[in-house]
C-alpha cells in the first residue's frame, strides 16, 4: 500500500474510531477534515517551509470526537537518493518540525522513522475533543530541500501528486455519515523571484498579497497531476570538456615523431556545444587546445573539431566556454502551431530533405511489425500533431521503466535500440529517446536524436550525459521532445535546463570518432565534461570569447588531400608506407651513392692507366 494511501487511511480510521453518535441530525456534510498545504519559498534559500493544516469540523451535533488518540502526519523521503543523504535530510527535517495549535502554542508530538524510502510519521495527541462549534486544528511545520532545485538562476519548485484513488468525500455505510475531505495546496513565493516560466497544472489561482505571491491549487486539481512551477527565463552554463588521448603506439620512439609528427599520429573528430534555435542556445569559446586542424559545422548544425595528436605518448584535448540560453516566460506564452495530422502529413512529404528523418536504422526499428502497430495505434481518434506527440509520450512513459542500474554500468551497457528496450520494458534515458524516434518515424513524423546535458545545479563531471528527441513540426522548427521526464509535466518545447551538444538522424554518431593505426579502446572515462550554471558576472572575459559566427567554419566533406593524409597516418598500410618509404628511399639512394662511388672509382683508375699507355 503506498504511503499517501496509508495516511489516508489513518485518518479516516480514527475519525470513525472516537466518533460518538448521540441522535441523528440531516445534513449535506456532518464532518470536515482539511489537511491544506502550504510551500513557502524565499528566493536565494536551498529548501522551502511546509505548513500542513489539519482541521477538524463536526457539523452534525449529533456526534464528537474524543480526545483519545493521535492525529499522525507523514514526512516523505527524497526519492533516489543514497541512504546516508537520506538520513541527513531526515535530520534536518525533524531538527526544524514545530506543531502548534491554533493559537500558536506548541503542541507535543513523537516522530517515529520507517525503513528508508518510506519516510517518517509525526504523531501528535488529539489534545482536546472535537464537537459541533469546536474545531480541532494542528499545525506542522518542517523545512525541507527536495522540493526545490535553483540552477543558477532557474528555480523549480515541485510537489507530489494525490493519488489517483484520493477520495474527498466518504460515506459510512453503517452510520450513512458523509466527510468532505480537502487537500488544497498554496504555494507562496516573494516578488525577488525570477519571472514565472512554467506552471502545471494549468487550473490554478494567483493572487498578489503584499510581497508576496500565491498560487493556489485545489484538490481536484491535484489529484494525479504533480505540481510544478519554474522560475526563470534564461541562464548562463560554463562548459570545460576534457579528453585523455592515450599512448596507443608503443614502437616509435617519441624522440623521433617530434620532428616529424606523421609518423605517430591519431586523428580525433569531437562534437563541441552548438548553436540552437529554440531555446536561442549561443555558445562562445574560451579555448582550444590544441590547435584543432579543422573545424566544421555539418548540414545537422553539429561543431566538429578535427584534432591530430602524437599517438606515442598520452596527450589531452581541452575545450572550455560558455553557453547562453532562452525560454519565453508564461506571460509570453509556448504553443506548438495547431497543424492537423492530414496537412502535416502533406507537407512533411512534398518535402524530399525531411525523408532522411524518417528511415528505420538501428536504433531506430521503423519497419518492425511491433512498433509499426503501437505507432499506428496511437494515431487513433487523434486529430493535431500535438495530440500525437503528447499520445505518444504517455506512451513511452508507461511502456519503459527507469533502470538505475544501466546509470552505474554504463560502459558495459550497449545502447539499446527501440525494438530491444520496448520488448524488455527497460532503459536509461537513450533507450526512452530511440524509442519515442521509433514511433514518431512510424508514423511520418521526422525526427533525431539530441545529445547533450541536463543541469543539475552541481560543478560536478557528467560522463554519461543526457539523450532525447527532436522532432521537425512546420513553422517552428526542431521540436524538443524529453520523454524520460515521465509524468503529466510533460517536458516539450524549449527548456533552458537542456544543454544541447550534437543530434544524430543515421547510424552515425558524431559525439567521438578516433582514427588510428594502432588496435586500442578508448575508456569511457577518458571524456569528461563537466556543465553547470553561472551567474553573468562570473565572466571576466567575455570580450575575449569566441563566438561560432566569428569562426570560419571548413567543408565537411573530406577532400582529396584530407583523405590521403588519413589514409597515411591512420591506418597499418599508410603507417607502413611512412616508416617503409623513408627506409627504401635511404636504402635506395645509398645503393646509387655506392654505385656511383664505384663507377667514379674505376673510371679515377682507368683514368690513372692511361699515360703508361704504348702507342
Known amino acids: 500500500m503506498k504511503l499517501s494511501k496509508k495516511i489516508l487511511y489513518i485518518v479516516l480510521s480514527f475519525a470513525s474510531l472516537f466518533l460518538l453518535k448521540s441522535y441523528a441530525l440531516g445534513a449535506e456534510y456532518d464532518f470536515y477534515i482539511t489537511q491544506d498545504t502550504i510551500l513557502h519559498y524565499v528566493t536565494g534559500n536551498d529548501y522551502v517551509?511546509?505548513?500542513?493544516?489539519?482541521?477538524?469540523?463536526?457539523?452534525?451535533?449529533?456526534?464528537?470526537?474524543?480526545?483519545?488518540?493521535?492525529?499522525?502526519?507523514?514526512?516523505p523521503d527524497p526519492i533516489g537518493k543514497e541512504d546516508s543523504e537520506v538520513l541527513e535530510q531526515r535530520e534536518f527535517k525533524k531538527d526544524s518540525i514545530r506543531v502548534t495549535n491554533r493559537g500558536g502554542d506548541s503542541i507535543e508530538y513523537s516522530v517515529e522513522e520507517l525503513d528508508i524510502g518510506e519516510g517518517m510519521y509525526v504523531k501528535v495527541p488529539n489534545y482536546t475533543e472535537t464537537k459541533h462549534g469546536y474545531n480541532y486544528t494542528v499545525y506542522v511545520n518542517y523545512n525541507v530541500h527536495e522540493y526545490v532545485t535553483n540552477s543558477g538562476g532557474l528555480i523549480k519548485i515541485e510537489y507530489p501528486a494525490l493519488s489517483e484513488d484520493t477520495k474527498l468525500e466518504q460515506v459510512d455505510q453503517s452510520s450513512g455519515t458523509k466527510t468532505k475531505i480537502?487537500?488544497?495546496?498554496?504555494?507562496?513565493?516573494?516578488e525577488n523571484i525570477p519571472e514565472l516560466a512554467k506552471i502545471s497544472p494549468q487550473k490554478y489561482q494567483k493572487s498578489d498579497q503584499g510581497e508576496m505571491i500565491?498560487?493556489?491549487?485545489?484538490?481536484?486539481?491535484?489529484?494525479?497531476?504533480?505540481?510544478?512551477?519554474?522560475?526563470?527565463?534564461?541562464?548562463?552554463?560554463?562548459?570545460?570538456?576534457?579528453?585523455?588521448?592515450?599512448?596507443?603506439?608503443?614502437?616509435?620512439?617519441?624522440k623521433y615523431s617530434q620532428n616529424v609528427q606523421t609518423i605517430s599520429t591519431n586523428i580525433y573528430e569531437m562534437a563541441i556545444p552548438r548553436d540552437f534555435g529554440e531555446t536561442n542556445q549561443r555558445v562562445k569559446i574560451e579555448e582550444i587546445n590544441p590547435t584543432p586542424k579543422k573545424i566544421v559545422m555539418d548540414n545537422e548544425g553539429n561543431v566538429i573539431a578535427t584534432f591530430e595528436v602524437?599517438?606515442?605518448?598520452?596527450?589531452?584535448?581541452?575545450?572550455?566556454?560558455?553557453?547562453?540560453?532562452?525560454?519565453?516566460?508564461?506571460?509570453?506564452?509556448?504553443?506548438?502551431?495547431?497543424?492537423?495530422?492530414?496537412?502535416?502529413?502533406?507537407?512533411?512529404?512534398?518535402?524530399?530533405?525531411?525523408?532522411?528523418?524518417?528511415q528505420s536504422g538501428s536504433f531506430w526499428q521503423v519497419n518492425d511489425s511491433y512498433i509499426k502497430s503501437e505507432a499506428a495505434k496511437l494515431l487513433e481518434e487523434k486529430e493535431s500533431v500535438e495530440e500525437i506527440i503528447r499520445a505518444d509520450y504517455t506512451y513511452i512513459g508507461e511502456a519503459l521503466t527507469y533502470d538505475d542500474s544501466m546509470i552505474d554500468n554504463l560502459a558495459e551497457n550497449r545502447r539499446k535500440?527501440?525494438?530491444?528496450?520496448?520488448?524488455?520494458g527497460i532503459g536509461v534515458c537513450m533507450e526512452y529517446a530511440d524509442s519515442l524516434t521509433a514511433i514518431l518515424r512510424a508514423q511520418g513524423i521526422p525526427s533525431r536524436i539530441a545529445f547533450g546535458y541536463s543541469s543539475s545545479g552541481e560543478d560536478s563531471y557528467a560522463e554519461a550525459g543526457h539523450s532525447w528527441v527532436q522532432a521537425w513540426i512546420p513553422e517552428y522548427g526542431w521540436l524538443s521532445i524529453d520523454p524520460t521526464y515521465e509524468g503529466e509535466n510533460m517536458k516539450i518545447g524549449p527548456n533552458i535546463d537542456l544543454i544541447l551538444l550534437s543530434t544524430q538522424y543515421n547510424d552515425e554518431d558524431r559525439r567521438l570518432k578516433i582514427f588510428s593505426a594502432d588496435s586500442f579502446s578508448q575508456e569511457s572515462d577518458n571524456l569528461k565534461i563537466q556543465v553547470y550554471p553561472i551567474t553573468e558576472e562570473s565572466i571576466t572575459n567575455e570580450t575575449n570569447l569566441l563566438s561560432y559566427s566569428e569562426i570560419q567554419f571548413e567543408s565537411d566533406e573530406y577532400s582529396t588531400r584530407e583523405m590521403v593524409n588519413m589514409v597515411v597516418k591512420t591506418t597499418p598500410i599508410g603507417k607502413a608506407l611512412i616508416i617503409i618509404l623513408p627506409i627504401s628511399i635511404t636504402i635506395f639512394l645509398v645503393i646509387l651513392l655506392l654505385s656511383l662511388t664505384v663507377s667514379l672509382i674505376k673510371r679515377l683508375r682507368t683514368d690513372k692507366a692511361s699515360p703508361n699507355q704504348q702507342p
Not at 59 to 67: D, G, I, K, L
Open 310 to 358: 602524437p599517438a606515442n605518448k598520452d596527450g589531452e584535448i581541452h575545450v572550455s566556454g560558455y553557453i547562453w540560453l532562452e525560454q519565453p516566460s508564461l506571460e509570453e506564452g509556448f504553443k506548438i502551431p495547431d497543424i492537423s495530422y492530414q496537412e502535416y502529413k502533406e507537407e512533411i512529404n512534398s518535402d524530399l530533405n525531411l525523408s532522411k528523418y524518417l
Open 214 to 254: 500565491v498560487y493556489s491549487f485545489d484538490s481536484q486539481s491535484r489529484i494525479d497531476h504533480p505540481i510544478l512551477l519554474e522560475f526563470g527565463t534564461s541562464l548562463i552554463y560554463r562548459f570545460k570538456i576534457s579528453l585523455l588521448t592515450e599512448k596507443t603506439d608503443n614502437i616509435i620512439p617519441e
Open 182 to 190: 480537502t487537500y488544497n495546496l498554496d504555494i507562496i513565493v516573494d
Open 417 to 424: 535500440g527501440a525494438k530491444d528496450a520496448l520488448d524488455s
Open 49 to 75: 517551509d511546509v505548513e500542513i493544516m489539519f482541521n477538524r469540523e463536526i457539523e452534525n451535533s449529533s456526534y464528537y470526537f474524543s480526545a483519545q488518540g493521535e492525529q499522525i502526519f507523514h514526512i
